[in-house]
């Protein structure tokens, strides 16, 4: 059975940092037919938004233009693992956040819910102001 595991969310003041952490199990990187990992975010009453994403292999990254120069996806090929660094942040941040992993051919994709069939349960992130 094919899990993933978010842990590292909580509550920070606007302009502080968190780092998340997705591991997967039921499946190793080295092996699996999955290309992406990715990242996602969902406030109440919002859409459930992609906001990075890095290839298993390769471990090239992509990001939204809402994040990027704030977060870095990085993973640990070995240990099935990846993180979410997340610095910089702001109130509207405050999301649950959600790791998956999928496959596309192209990168475009990356981001998109479509591409994932594997999702974790969520860790939640609050920022105040």
């Known amino acids: 059975e094919v899990q993933l595991v978010e842990s590292g969310g909580g509550s920070v003041q606007a302009g502080g940092s968190l780092r998340l952490s997705c591991a997967a199990s039921?499946?190793?990187?080295?092996?699996?037919?999955?290309?992406?990992m990715g990242w996602f975010r969902q406030a109440p009453g919002k859409e459930r938004d992609g906001i990075a994403a890095?290839?298993?292999?390769?471990?090239?990254?992509y990001y939204a233009e809402s994040v990027k120069g704030r977060f870095t996806v990085s993973r640990d090929y070995a240990n099935n693992t990846v993180y979410l660094q997340m610095n910089s942040l702001k109130p509207e941040d405050t999301a649950m956040y959600f790791c998956?992993?999928?496959?596309?051919?192209?990168?475009?994709?990356?981001?998109?819910?479509?591409?994932?069939?594997?999702w974790g349960q969520g860790t939640q992130v609050t920022v105040s102001s």
């Open positions: 890095i290839s298993i292999r390769g471990g090239f990254t």
């Open positions: 039921g499946f190793t990187y080295s092996t699996t037919r999955r290309n992406f």
């Open positions: 998956a992993a999928g496959q596309t051919s192209t990168a475009l994709k990356s981001l998109t819910e479509d591409t994932y069939n594997d």
